[in-house]
Protein backbone atom coordinates (compact mmCIF):
# COMPACT_ATOMS: atom_id res chain seq x y z
CA UNK A 1 0.00 0.00 0.00
CA UNK A 2 1.34 3.33 -1.10
CA UNK A 3 1.64 5.80 1.65
CA UNK A 4 0.90 9.70 0.86
CA UNK A 5 2.56 12.78 2.21
CA UNK A 6 0.23 14.97 4.18
CA UNK A 7 -1.81 17.92 2.37
CA UNK A 8 -0.92 21.00 3.99
CA UNK A 9 -4.29 21.13 5.50
CA UNK A 10 -3.65 17.70 6.79
CA UNK A 11 -0.60 18.55 8.34
CA UNK A 12 -1.90 21.86 9.91
CA UNK A 13 -4.44 19.87 11.71
CA UNK A 14 -2.24 17.29 12.70
CA UNK A 15 0.38 19.74 14.16
CA UNK A 16 -2.38 21.15 15.98
CA UNK A 17 -2.15 18.34 18.52
CA UNK A 18 1.30 17.82 18.60
CA UNK A 19 2.44 20.88 20.55
CA UNK A 20 5.60 18.95 22.03
CA UNK A 21 7.28 19.07 18.42
CA UNK A 22 8.51 21.16 15.62
CA UNK A 23 7.88 21.23 12.00
CA UNK A 24 11.18 20.78 10.30
CA UNK A 25 10.11 22.37 6.53
CA UNK A 26 13.16 21.64 4.78
CA UNK A 27 12.52 17.94 5.70
CA UNK A 28 8.69 18.08 5.30
CA UNK A 29 8.95 16.16 9.03
CA UNK A 30 8.51 16.59 12.95
CA UNK A 31 11.32 17.03 15.38
CA UNK A 32 11.32 16.17 18.99
CA UNK A 33 14.33 16.74 21.48
CA UNK A 34 13.61 14.66 24.86
CA UNK A 35 15.95 15.40 28.15
CA UNK A 36 16.12 12.36 30.88
CA UNK A 37 17.56 12.23 34.19
CA UNK A 38 20.42 9.82 32.63
CA UNK A 39 21.33 7.65 29.97
CA UNK A 40 19.64 4.64 31.09
CA UNK A 41 16.29 6.00 31.57
CA UNK A 42 16.59 7.39 27.51
CA UNK A 43 18.01 4.05 26.71
CA UNK A 44 14.49 2.85 28.12
CA UNK A 45 12.38 5.05 26.69
CA UNK A 46 13.94 4.46 23.04
CA UNK A 47 13.65 0.39 23.72
CA UNK A 48 10.03 1.15 24.30
CA UNK A 49 9.62 3.03 20.66
CA UNK A 50 11.88 0.86 19.28
CA UNK A 51 9.02 -2.13 19.88
CA UNK A 52 6.18 0.13 19.11
CA UNK A 53 8.03 1.21 15.58
CA UNK A 54 8.89 -2.21 14.90
CA UNK A 55 5.52 -3.23 14.97
CA UNK A 56 3.89 -0.45 12.89
CA UNK A 57 7.33 -1.13 10.70
CA UNK A 58 8.17 2.06 10.38
CA UNK A 59 10.85 3.58 11.96
CA UNK A 60 12.10 6.77 13.36
CA UNK A 61 15.23 8.78 12.47
CA UNK A 62 17.02 9.53 15.85
CA UNK A 63 19.94 10.33 17.82
CA UNK A 64 20.96 9.59 21.87
CA UNK A 65 23.67 11.30 23.76
CA UNK A 66 23.49 10.44 27.57
CA UNK A 67 20.90 11.96 28.60
CA UNK A 68 19.04 13.18 25.21
CA UNK A 69 17.45 11.89 22.56
CA UNK A 70 16.48 13.73 19.50
CA UNK A 71 13.23 12.41 16.74
CA UNK A 72 13.15 13.35 13.12
CA UNK A 73 10.02 11.56 11.82
CA UNK A 74 9.16 11.62 7.84
CA UNK A 75 8.22 8.92 5.80
CA UNK A 76 10.63 8.60 3.05
CA UNK A 77 8.64 6.67 0.49
CA UNK A 78 5.77 9.29 0.51
CA UNK A 79 8.80 12.16 0.34
CA UNK A 80 7.08 14.03 3.56
CA UNK A 81 5.41 14.08 6.23
CA UNK A 82 2.41 11.47 6.74
CA UNK A 83 -0.03 10.03 8.80
CA UNK A 84 2.51 6.94 9.88
CA UNK A 85 4.68 9.80 11.37
CA UNK A 86 1.43 11.29 13.21
CA UNK A 87 0.71 8.05 14.63
CA UNK A 88 3.92 7.27 15.46
CA UNK A 89 4.50 10.94 17.22
CA UNK A 90 1.30 10.45 19.10
CA UNK A 91 2.38 6.94 20.52
CA UNK A 92 5.71 8.66 21.62
CA UNK A 93 3.83 11.39 23.55
CA UNK A 94 1.30 8.79 25.33
CA UNK A 95 4.65 6.87 26.76
CA UNK A 96 6.27 9.94 27.95
CA UNK A 97 2.85 11.26 29.18
CA UNK A 98 2.39 7.97 30.72
Given at each position: ???????E??????L?????????E??????????????????????Q????AE???????????????????T????????A?????A??????L??
Amino acid sequence: MMVEALSEAERADALDGLSDWDYDESRDAITRSIAFTDFAEAFGFMTQIALIAEKMDHHPEWTNVWNRVEILLTTHDAGGLSARDIELAEAIDSILDG
